[in-house]
């Protein structure tokens, strides 16, 4: 490949780059219906043009916010099942405290609107985060009769609840001491060794 080829191509996965990041950052601040293209060119710096080029429409861009997110939440997690909570909880905690996570508190106010045009989006968000939470989870440490998937549920969704809880008062919820919770409450063969 020549020099300016791979120029160019770098000059596209830049601009890529550049937009993601915008957008996260305004979805996360006003919202995704409230944003525009010409407040994420704005942001970015790019033709609003680039938009539809690299994304077919804002949904798209969506799309690789979301993913772009959701590698970012999945790659700090171990890799080996029954490492949950241990590590993966502290992850989860510090993750929580990071400011893009904003973004998945505002769009959930907008995804359980019954016309949510990301709400397809969000919900494959929950699942691939449902889906490496359960891998990490053994069936033999939950108590009689609760399934893995139903626990599954139960942690993620009580994650989120204190994700939102302390995005909208940091000063009445304690982290630390809700880590330590949840850490006494999970079942001994889910505790952190």
């Known amino acids: 490949m020549d ?4 120029r160019r191509i770098e000059r596209t996965q830049e601009s890529r780059r550049l937009l993601v990041a915008a957008a ?8 995704y219906r409230q944003t525009s293209f010409i407040d994420i060119a704005d942001k970015a710096g790019i033709s609003r043009g680039s938009i539809p080029w690299h994304f077919g429409n804002k949904l798209g861009l969506l799309e690789a916010v979301v993913d772009d997110q959701l590698q970012t939440v999945l790659t700090g997690f171990p890799s080996s099942p029954g490492e949950l909570p241990g590590d993966s909880l502290d992850q989860v905690m510090s993750f929580i405290r990071l400011p893009a996570t904003r973004l998945f508190i505002t769009l959930l106010a907008e995804v359980v609107e019954v016309d949510s045009p990301i ?3 969000y919900a494959r968000l929950h ?4 889906q490496t939470v359960r891998a990490r989870i053994p069936a033999e440490a939950l108590p009689p009769g609760t399934t893995p998937e139903a626990f599954t549920v139960l942690l993620v969704g009580a994650i989120i609840g204190v994700h939102a809880q302390w995005r909208v008062a940091p000063e009445a919820v304690d982290l630390e001491a ?3 919770a949840i850490r006494a409450l999970l079942p001994a063969g889910l505790r952190q060794p």
């Open 3 to 6: 020099r300016m080829a791979t």
């Open 24 to 31: 996260a950052e305004l979805f996360a601040e006003k919202g």
């Open 119 to 121: 709400r397809e989006h």
């Open 127 to 130: 699942a691939a985060l449902r």
């Open 178 to 180: 809700v880590r330590a």
